[in-house]
């Protein structure tokens, strides 16, 4: 089935450090591929999102590519702040219609910025 | 627009109470479904429904019902709760066409 692999956390930078979290995943089909973010004590909030194949998404400063060829969709942003703490969630979508597109997370990576 | 809500907000429950996690959406989605959140193992799906009156199994089932007559509400039961059930639930919706996945701020539940 399909699965997707964060690197292990947590993850502790100071501000205005690059920010790289590694994930990748295994599917069939045509998958999209999303990052989540989730503040304490919060729900999950969509960052960002690529719905095929050399596609960029990008939102408040972060970026993160779909590679088919090394089935990975790495989260990176130049210049982190203290705000950007937080746990980060790699996510795929099957798209498929039967199972209602049904999303399958990663572990999650805690993030947290240091001033 | 209030998006996806869920109610309570925290719940404490004894092993073996019944109680009954709300999800209501008014976005006319017709895609809902229940994840749990568990440490180090990020969400994993519950039930989902692809549209009112249909309902299918995820990942983690069991100890869990669902149903959904309306498109704006999907509950989730626990008809006898267990301690292995503690854990954070997340409901989420999103249109049948494709896109986003919009994600309800969650239950807190302590099974004793």
């Known amino acids: 089935g399909d699965s997707v692999t964060q690197m292990e956390g947590p993850v502790t930078l100071s501000e205005e450090a690059f920010l790289t979290i590694n994930c990748t995943y295994t599917?069939?089909?045509?998958?999209?591929l999303f990052w989540y973010v989730q503040y304490p004590g919060e729900g999950l909030q969509l960052l960002l999102k690529?719905?095929?194949?050399?596609d960029k998404g990008s939102n408040k400063g972060f970026e993160a590519t779909y590679r088919k060829e090394t089935t990975s969709f790495h989260l990176e942003k130049g210049s982190v702040q203290v705000s950007d703490s937080a746990v980060y969630f790699c996510?795929?979508?099957?798209?498929?219609?039967?199972?209602?597109?049904?999303?399958?997370f990663g572990e999650g990576t805690q993030l947290t910025v240091n001033p | 627009n209030a998006g996806v809500t869920q109610t309570p907000k925290f719940q404490v429950l004894k092993t073996g109470q019944s109680m009954t996690l709300q999800c209501a959406q008014d976005?006319?989605?017709?895609?809902m479904s229940w994840y749990r959140q568990d440490p180090g193992m990020g969400l994993r799906l519950i039930h989902y429904?692809?549209?009112?009156?249909?309902?299918d199994q995820g990942e983690v089932p069991n100890g869990y019902n669902v149903s959904r007559s309306t498109t704006e509400d999907f509950p989730l039961r626990l008809l006898s709760a267990a301690p292995s059930q503690t854990s954070v639930y997340f409901c989420?919706?999103?249109?049948?066409?494709?896109?986003?996945?919009?994600f309800g701020p969650g239950t807190r539940l302590l099974v004793l």
């Open positions: 429904s692809v549209g009112a009156g249909i309902t």
């Open positions: 989420a919706s999103r249109a049948s066409g494709g896109g986003t996945q919009y």
């Open positions: 976005m006319n989605h017709e895609y």
């Open positions: 996510a795929l979508s099957d798209n498929r219609q039967t199972s209602g597109s049904r999303l399958t």
């Open positions: 599917a069939t089909g045509y998958p999209s």
């Open positions: 690529a719905t095929k194949a050399d």
